[in-house]
């Protein structure tokens, strides 16, 4: 059985959001504790509780760390969770092309899908290296 769109971005905005609370829970910081990064490539994770120093192998990825933090990949997984809770219940396929035969104008394969589903797909095309992903799901141009 093949996974439904829908099922398939909120298995993916679990994922993330698993993957920060392992990240909170090794670093032992506050979710909203601001991260931040200074030019010797330390990761300060800085929390009332703990200022936490991590070495990265270079201030490049020390900036990258520090921008990704817990709080804004949280952030994003809400506003991902907030964008399929707005689109789920319009995500038909409004046309698939007749068949050629058919003198159809709309033939040929084209396929017309509803804006809430276009805007699905192309939330799920961050997830498509995932092997769950389906590649009719990809938005084209």
């Known amino acids: ?60 990825v020390g900036d990258f760390a520090a921008r990704f933090d817990p709080a804004r990949i949280l952030a994003e997984c809400a506003a991902k969770r907030a964008v399929v809770e707005l689109h789920e219940g319009e995500i038909q396929i409004i046309h698939t092309g007749a068949s050629a035969m058919s003198g159809d104008p709309l033939a040929h394969g084209l396929v017309i899908k509803s804006e809430g589903r276009v805007i699905l797909e192309a939330l799920a095309t961050v997830y498509s290296s995932h092997p769950e992903y389906q590649s009719d799901w990809a938005v084209t141009a």
């Open 1 to 60: 059985m093949s996974t439904s769109l829908i099922d398939f971005l909120l298995a993916r905005i679990a994922e993330d959001e698993s993957f920060v609370q392992r990240i909170i829970a090794a670093t032992y910081c506050d979710h909203n504790a601001e991260w931040r990064c200074d030019s010797s490539a330390v990761l300060s994770i800085g929390d009332e509780k703990l200022d936490s120093l991590i070495p990265t192998c270079c201030a490049v």
